[in-house]
């Protein structure tokens, strides 16, 4: 499950960064999705908390609203080119790391700065595919694209893919197996302990009708032989 952190202003899109935020919790879980800096602990670098909570992450979500680019320190400075700014470190850290997705999100209709609006470390997000968010009655059908576009990416980067498994699966009972196609030829049972050996009592019977058959067939040929004899004295006129 991907971790999302969403990186906003509170005083530019404040509300509806907060419903994205339930919307994605619903999608994603409460401990993968990480909104604002109030947890940072009181004493501690924000800078360094920062970096860490995103760099934890595999997604950052940089909210810009109307006042993203306008909005300033009282001085008339923005506040993006304030190397100490929130909103600047996130992105910063993000956009120097390959493994995260930054997705800019256009709330509330508006527009995507250039690359010469932004401090020279973020002029890398001008260039980075956005998308929009807008208030009701749109809301709802943008924020669910938006997480349809998360999932859809990591799921191309999953290293276990489920379609080649189907597809491999497919072509095993597909392709031809031979030794899949031979029936299994039946098992005679072995014989009981003690019982004759059928081959030798069969090799018995045999041997022994080839002796009564060349018994007959002696006795046969010793009735002509004794038949023929007595015939042949008879014509000599013995008498017996």
């Known amino acids: 499950m991907p971790r999302i952190f969403i990186s906003y202003r509170r005083s530019d899109t404040p509300v ?13 879980g409460e401990d993968n999705v990480f909104k604002d800096v109030d947890s940072i602990p009181a004493g501690a670098d ?9 760099g934890s992450s595999d997604v950052l979500l940089v909210m810009i609203g109307p006042k993203w680019l306008a909005d ?22 993000a956009l120097t ?13 508006a527009p995507m700065p250039s690359a010469q609006d932004l401090p020279e470390s973020l002029q890398e997000l001008a260039y980075r595919n956005a998308t929009i968010l807008r208030d009701d ?20 980067k999953s290293p276990v893919s489920t379609k080649p498994a189907r597809a491999a699966s497919a072509g095993q009972s597909e392709s031809p197996n031979p030794s899949r196609n031979i029936p299994a030829m039946p098992q005679a049972a072995p014989p009981p302990v003690g019982a004759p050996d059928q081959r030798s ?16 067939i002696f006795g046969l040929c010793m009735a002509i032989y004794v038949c023929g004899a007595l015939i042949e004295a008879s014509n000599y006129g013995y008498t017996f």
């Open 16 to 28: 509806i960064t907060g419903r994205l935020h339930d919307y994605l919790i619903a999608t994603f």
């Open 46 to 54: 924000f800078r360094a908390e920062l970096n860490r909570a995103v």
């Open 72 to 93: 300033n320190d009282g001085s008339g400075k923005p506040r993006l080119f304030d190397p100490d700014d929130f909103v600047r470190i996130e992105a910063e850290h």
């Open 97 to 109: 790391r390959r493994d995260i997705l930054v997705i800019p999100v256009l709330a509330q209709n």
């Open 137 to 156: 009655p749109d809301f709802r059908r943008d924020a669910s694209k938006l997480i349809e576009r998360i999932q859809e990416y990591f799921a191309s």
């Open 201 to 216: 009592f069969t090799q018995r019977n045999l041997i022994m009708i080839l002796i009564v058959g060349a018994v007959v």
